[in-house]
């Protein structure tokens, strides 16, 4: 898949864009602060209906604005597609070919996209948060399924949550907290029993791929690792067992603390190379090459997936790569996925790729193709 044409009105800070792609390397140069990551905010807003730069989506409509629309036209194996959103004070309304999508989790996954910038190298020695997105943004866009069900988790931990802050320091019982805690199980055993899955898919390739990039020398293993003990074998009755128990051992201790302490939004991943943990043990070039690594994994999983490959964005990262695992993400991608860079310049990036890349220049909100 590629997108062929991306239109901006009043979106960051581009009062209007309207600008052909190619649909192999395309690279837009400039300055700082002149619009180059906001064009990757765009694609990456159209494919997810979110941003991966803030969490509030009025921040992308033009100060005093009274709305920001962004458009896209696609060509996938399929045909050609269509998306369409408009951010506004009142929300967002999302269409797929002109038909508006009432709920998110139908409109993603309509177009595939792997991000990765400067903020991805920390997801090996960052937080579990950081992890988590990772795992949640890649498998929800395999599997409105699991979009849903995660939808469903969190609005029901939200609502445990509150419940529990109502309990702190009562000695009654509540018949509505067990009433939330097995439907929270129910949708949290769907949830772990598929990002287990996931991670089973992933480590495949990824494990070929980190070897490759060590030149054979290091054997990547990732391990899920849920807050509750759960059997490998994935039984959702063996798994719904396992978060009863965790219930039944935690319970004091959450309405004492007034949050629920056990679940998927406190799960984790863990990253082994030659059985050592990387985030604690491993060099920072062994923590850049799993992070390149899951990055290479995952476009390969989604190809293997939906049959197509997804729109690569790297969004000022090339930079941050040394000139080996630059010419191993280079030569990855070479004429096989759609690819947009975001760079200050390409002086000393040495690579047929990119010297075969249609460029792009960005100037205080104007963006043209050269030559």
């Known amino acids: ?27 837009i140069i400039g300055e700082n602060a002149q ?9 990456y807003f159209l494919a997810l209906a979110k941003s991966h730069r803030t ?40 269409k797929v070919n002109g038909l508006e999508q009432r709920r998110l989790s139908d409109y993603i996954g309509a177009v595939n996209v792997v991000m990765f910038g400067p903020e991805d190298l920390n997801l090996v020695k960052g937080s579990p948060q950081i992890r988590r997105r990772f795992l949640d943004m890649e498998l929800g866009q395999m599997s409105p399924v699991y979009l849903h069900q995660l939808a469903m988790y969190q609005k029901i931990l939200l609502q445990r ?15 509505m907290l067990d009433v939330l805690t097995d439907q929270l199980i129910e949708v949290a055993v769907e949830v772990t029993k598929k990002r287990f899955e ?21 054997k990547l293993v990732i391990t899920y690792e849920p807050s509750v003990h759960v059997s490998e074998q994935l039984n959702l009755s063996k798994l719904r067992e396992g978060f009863y128990e965790a219930y039944e051992q935690k319970k004091e201790r959450e309405r004492q603390r007034g949050t629920t302490l056990f679940g998927p939004h406190r799960d984790d991943l863990v990253f082994f190379v030659n059985d050592k943990d990387v985030q604690t043990y491993g060099s920072q070039g062994q923590q850049r090459t799993t992070a390149l ?19 690569l964005l790297l969004d000022d990262v090339l930079s941050e790569l040394d000139d080996y695992r630059q010419s191993h993400l280079l030569h990855a991608i ?14 000393g990036i040495d690579h047929q790729t990119l010297q075969e890349a249609t460029i792009y220049e960005v100037e205080q909100g104007s963006l043209k193709k050269k030559g």
């Open 293 to 311: 690594s899951l990055k290479l994994a995952e476009i390969e999983l989604m190809k293997e997936t939906i049959g197509d490959y997804p729109i």
């Open 55 to 94: 969490a509030r989506d009025k921040e992308l409509i033009q100060w005093e604005a009274p709305f920001a629309r962004i458009e896209g036209a696609f060509q996938k194996q399929n045909g050609p597609l269509s998306l369409h959103v408009v951010l506004s004070g009142k929300g967002k309304k999302v």
């Open 1 to 27: 898949m590629h997108i062929e044409r991306l239109t901006l009105k009043q979106f960051r800070n581009y009062d209007e864009l309207d600008v052909s792609f190619e649909p192999n390397v395309n690279v």
């Open 334 to 347: 070479q004429h096989r996925v759609q690819t947009f860079v975001t760079t200050t310049n390409v002086d």
């Open 35 to 43: 619009g180059k990551t906001n064009v990757i905010e765009a694609i």
């Open 198 to 218: 996931f991670i089973q898919l992933l480590q495949r390739w990824a494990e070929e791929i980190h070897q490759a990039i060590s030149r054979g020398k290091e």
């Open 161 to 175: 949550n509150h419940l529990l802050k109502q309990l702190f320091g009562k000695a009654n019982s509540a018949p």
